[in-house]
């Protein structure tokens, strides 16, 4: 019984195999038979939809030229610039490529679409020919070129390394400005002859301002560096500059940062005695037993020892001991002699610098 249920399923599995051979076999032939053949140019793969979005970059208005060069790459990697740049801006001379030449126009057509915001999307009035809708969006966001060009050399000349900024990140904000000058003052094709090297040269010429510009932006720290770059005939490419100055920044971390282990230490210890001093915890190791105040002992007290000269207590008390020594000249000989005793024993006790509220 299992056996004959297998030789079923077989048979079923053949016959679906055999059907589907024939099947290709009748397309290849009508194929060959109308003797028609799809231009590359106007194939289009199963990802390649109406509602595919072929750039990431959304058309805001102001955006225009970010969002125009992220769709030409976009759109010359699926071997479709032509529909856009005017060289297949018209219907195919051949017949047989006339539908095949519409599907794409208007492939492009909804692509163009995908890739602008919804509330600008209603404001562009629709084409029939992939190449006047560029073309009509073109004219109405694009700048004119000679103001641009203004501008973008404006913000290179104010284009420096901000303190705290990486080379990474400075390299990164110059160097779109240099691809937006590029763009909008493109270097010229010279057509005297197949020999002519002009857009060469021209080339090196502003690799080599840009490599001027960028380094005379760095921070004053880079200033060896710089220098030593600078003096070089003819200056090396950009990729050689940035590596340089990069391996100068990293010596530069490794510096400071072994400098900051050194003084770090000492730091903390200054800080921590000044936070002791601030919040009340460095507390006074000195009390005195006989006028009960901080930062003495009995041995310095001047309520024990006496006041010393400009003191207005040691005024008071010299008088009392002047009358008694005029009294009595045995006492005064003792006094003096108590009074030596005293001034010496005032050297080693406070100084005039001390507290004298008591």
């Known amino acids: 019984m299992v056996s004959e249920q297998v030789i079923f399923l077989f048979q079923i599995v053949s016959l679906f195999l055999l059907s589907s051979t024939m099947v290709d076999d009748k397309i290849n032939t009508d194929a060959e ?19 595919a979005k072929i750039t990431h970059v959304v058309l805001t208005g102001p955006n225009y030229e970010e969002w125009a060069k992220g769709f030409r790459v976009a759109l010359g990697a699926k071997r479709k610039l032509g529909f856009i740049n005017g060289t297949l801006r018209k219907r195919p001379t051949d017949p047989n490529d006339w539908e095949d030449w519409e599907a794409v126009n208007y492939t492009v057509i909804a692509w163009i679409f995908n890739t ?15 190449y006047d809708l560029w073309e009509d969006i073109r004219l109405r966001f694009s700048v004119a070129n ?4 203004y501008q973008i050399q404006c913000d290179l000349a104010d284009c420096k390394q901000k303190s705290g900024e990486s080379v990474m990140d400075y390299y990164g904000r110059i160097k779109k400005l240099w691809d937006d000058i590029n763009d909008f003052d493109s270097l010229p094709n010279c057509e005297c002859c197949s020999k002519c090297d002009l857009q060469s040269v021209l080339r090196k010429r502003r690799e080599a301002d840009q490599v001027r510009g960028f380094l005379m932006g760095l921070d004053p ?5 710089r220098s030593n770059i600078l003096g070089t005939s003819p200056l090396p490419a950009m990729q050689i500059v940035y590596s340089r100055i990069a391996q100068e920044e990293e010596v530069r971390n490794v ?19 000044q936070q002791q001093r601030s919040d009340g915890s460095n507390r ?21 020892i006496g006041f010393p000269v400009g003191h207005p207590r040691h005024s008071a008390r010299t008088g009392d001991s002047a009358a008694a020594s005029t009294s009595n000249p045995k006492v005064n000989a ?19 610098d001390d507290d004298w509220s008591g």
């Open 33 to 51: 038979s109308s003797g028609h053949k799809i231009n590359p140019i106007y194939a289009l793969s199963n990802q390649d939809g109406t509602g």
């Open 116 to 130: 602008i915001e919804s509330g600008l999307r209603s404001s562009i009035s629709y084409r029939e020919v992939a």
């Open 146 to 149: 000679d103001i641009k060009i």
């Open 221 to 225: 720290f880079y200033a060896t560096a």
């Open 255 to 273: 510096v400071l940062s072994r400098d900051e282990a050194v003084t770090n230490p000492m730091a903390c210890a200054v800080n921590s005695r």
């Open 284 to 304: 006074p190791r000195y009390k005195c037993n006989v006028c009960h105040k901080d930062g003495h002992t009995a041995s310095r007290c001047w309520e024990n």
């Open 334 to 352: 003792v006094l003096g002699e108590a009074s030596h005793v005293a001034n010496m024993v005032r050297l080693n006790g406070p100084c005039l």
